[in-house]
């Protein structure tokens, strides 16, 4: 499987979206690309012993409702959590691997809406740069990152958004 998730990102130009946010709003059927959740997403539970995958709406309806536990049905010894990384929490391996690969192999890395503040995240633009690619910061404010950036807008992305769409 892995090998064929980085033979994917290796001859693939497809759009890779990797992020911070939690929230899931970044989820599009107007978005071809795929997405690497760095910090987990409310969209999904999983258990942290034998780490099956549930809905966390269906979860909490047709199980905590019933049983006011969140134990997990399956294994019966591990508590279901929404999965999102918790303050102290390793990344993903996995997921963090994978959004280095693409950030080695892009042909562009567009940053928008971060402080680049926050390791590891803060080193994919390093990665990006390293590998030649060209790395475009779209933030509110300055990041110590925007002296080796080929381009940097400074503003709401909202408004810079309308101006490039
Ligand atoms: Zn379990």
Known sequence: MHDFIDKFLLESKKNTHITQNIDG???SKRLSSQIFELHGSVGSAHCLNCKTVYDPDFFFKNHVQSTGSCLCPNCKAGLV????????QKLDEEILRKSFLAASRCDVLICMGTSLMVS???SIPKI???????VVILNKEATP???EADLVINGDLEKIYEKIK
């Open 120 to 122: 590891p995240a803060n």
């Open 128 to 134: 990006s740069r390293k590998s030649n690619s060209k």
């Open 81 to 88: 959590k929404v999965s999102t990384i918790s303050f102290g």
């Open 25 to 27: 709003f970044h989820y």
């Open 145 to 147: 990152f925007d002296n």
